[in-house]
């Protein structure tokens, strides 16, 4: 008898018929004993799911509860947490009850009282998601570190269900507030065991943009490159047991102008650079600063959301960035449940202005198992029609049990690292062009989270799409065993594979075979 190819086998184990739609073979979505395997920040991400937070001003002003208008837009917005910063949850527990909300108080006189015990009464603690312990603290220092401990030591029992962490500035090579070296997170993590790794680089009108050219925010990608390899090596540093890692996304413009302030807003494109790129690196809590207008010691902080003070009157930029969140949301039980493995870039042609280069290592064939090309085409006409980046992204289950039987799944996210500083995702798409050389595997295509669905769709030969008038993706059976996808993505914006090899795809109840 011939012996079973791996994706026959998985459907004859997990008794499946080819063309109908079936549960998934094991549990997608995890049993609870699987997830007390993991660490703490894994296992509260999955039961709580992808957090996108939202630094709010004044959300919790009296009587802002009875605001109509400024709920309906939050729920609009489908950012899941309401980031109250340094203020107390004040709100009713009609309101409080049913809001995810985060914060990042702090006591240094007395960290175990950080939080008044009111909260803890009151109920409102259950849906407290993630608490940031103060922001940018030097975690150099002795007496920081011994405040955070106590903090820790006192909060984490009382609250199992919470992100415990802190926050630093990404990038220390040019200094910065809250910059630290390697070592230093690294000395931080082993004696603070915090439950995620957490940053901020602001990459948009700073410093006249010189990190931000072409189209490349390459000092962030090079502070996101930074805090995943640190994660993923875990708070021991052996890389056994990696933490999640989260980062702080600019959607805010300073009041003040030149060197060394924020003069302009990100924009359409670069709101979905921003995001893409985080969960394309794996990134699994990204919180806006802000959604609403502050002020800072910097300057008045303008948010591009609203036209009116308190989230009242929503502009497009709020519809593109509830669309973009939505799209996110759909990744997201995936997302959780993947740990990120490997990230390349195949890099726009270098500039006479590149400054600061990305630490990303470029795309080859050795990348996996069945890509053998990638290419990328500017569709329009930005930079003189020259490509931009692309980033493609790899991960596996976080756990082999979460797909079953299945073992050595691959999974990859593709994203168009291309935008513009007043461009719109429509005026930076670009057509990537990925060849596939299935070999003896008996893969015949890929499976895609669609993320304006949140549904798995089959990619086999004959599949197209139709992104725009006359703008088409398609995948195509090239010769035996080899095809070509061709992929139009807007600027900014990626999609989420697998190899279809009959596997559950991970954080999903049900799969089309």
């Given amino acids: ?41 894994h296992r509260i991400l999955i039961q709580r799911g992808l957090q996108l937070n939202a630094l709010t ?142 940053q901020d680089t602001y990459p948009y009108g700073i410093w006249n943009d010189l990190g931000n050219q072409g189209g490349r925010p390459a000092q962030l ?71 609403n207008g502050t002020s800072d010691v910097g300057g008045k902080l303008n948010a591009p959301f609203f036209n009116q003070p308190f989230g009242k009157q929503p502009t497009p930029a709020f519809q593109h960035i509830a669309e973009i969140n939505q799209q996110s949301l759909n990744l997201g039980p995936t997302l959780v449940r ?28 050795k990348a996996d198992p069945y890509m053998t090309r990638l290419e990328v085409k500017n569709l329009g006409t930005l930079y003189g029609g020259r490509n931009g980046d692309v980033l493609v992204g790899y991960f596996k289950p976080l756990r082999e049990s979460f797909d079953g039987p299945a073992t050595n799944q691959q999974y990859f996210m593709l994203t168009n690292g291309l935008a513009g500083k007043k461009h719109s995702i429509e005026q930076t798409r670009q057509q990537l062009t990925v060849e596939f050389d299935f070999g003896e595997s008996e893969i015949t295509g890929l499976q895609r989270l669609n993320r304006k669905t949140g549904k798995v769709e089959p990619i086999q030969a004959g599949w197209t799409e139709e992104v725009a008038p006359g703008l088409n993706s398609r995948f195509d059976a090239v010769s035996d065993r080899k095809y070509r996808l061709t992929l139009i993505l807007d600027g900014g914006t990626g999609d989420l594979f697998k190899f279809d090899t009959g596997a559950t795809f991970v954080g999903q109840q049900q799969t089309q075979l």
């Avoid at 009382?158 to 200094?175: I, K, V």
């Avoid at 989260?246 to 003040?256: M, N, V």
């Avoid at 924009?267 to 990134?283: I, K, N, R, V």
């Fill in 1 to 41: 008898m011939k012996p079973l190819s791996p994706r026959a086998f998985l459907l004859k184990s997990c008794g499946l018929m080819l063309g109908v739609m079936v549960a998934g073979c094991g549990d997608a979505i995890a049993a609870p004993e699987q997830l007390q395997t993991l660490d703490r920040g």
């Fill in 57 to 198: 001003i004044g959300f919790t002003t009296k009587g802002k509860e009875n605001d109509s208008e400024l709920w309906q837009n939050w729920e609009a917005s489908h950012f899941t947490t309401l980031d109250v910063g340094g203020e107390l949850l004040a709100l009713p527990e009609s309101i409080a009850g049913k809001k995810s909300w985060s914060t990042w108080r702090g006591n240094p006189k007395d960290p175990t009282q950080s939080l008044p015990d009111r909260l803890f009464q009151s109920g409102q603690i259950k849906n407290l998601v993630s608490w940031q312990y103060k922001d940018e603290q030097d975690i150099s220092e002795e007496s920081e570190l011994q405040e955070l401990e106590t903090w820790i030591k006192h909060y984490r029992p009382l609250l199992p269900n919470t992100l415990l962490y802190t926050n630093q500035h990404g990038d220390e090579r040019f200094g910065g507030f809250g910059s630290t070296r390697d070592l230093t997170i690294q000395r931080y993590m082993r004696r603070i065991q915090p439950d995620l790794l957490m």
């Fill in 221 to 291: 990608y090079y502070a996101m490159i930074r805090y995943r390899r640190l994660a993923l090596a875990g708070n021991d540093g052996t890389g056994r047991r990696p933490i999640p890692y989260g980062l702080w996304i600019q959607t805010f413009k300073g009041s003040a102008t030149g060197v060394g302030t924020w003069t302009r807003f990100p924009s359409e494109s670069e709101l979905s650079q921003q995001q893409f790129a985080a969960l394309t690196l794996g990134f699994k809590l990204l919180n806006v600063f802000t959604y």
């Fill in 338 to 365: 993947l740990l990120s493995t490997d990230v390349r870039i195949i890099p726009r042609p270098p500039t006479l202005t590149d400054l600061i280069a990305p630490d990303i290592s470029r795309w080859d064939t």
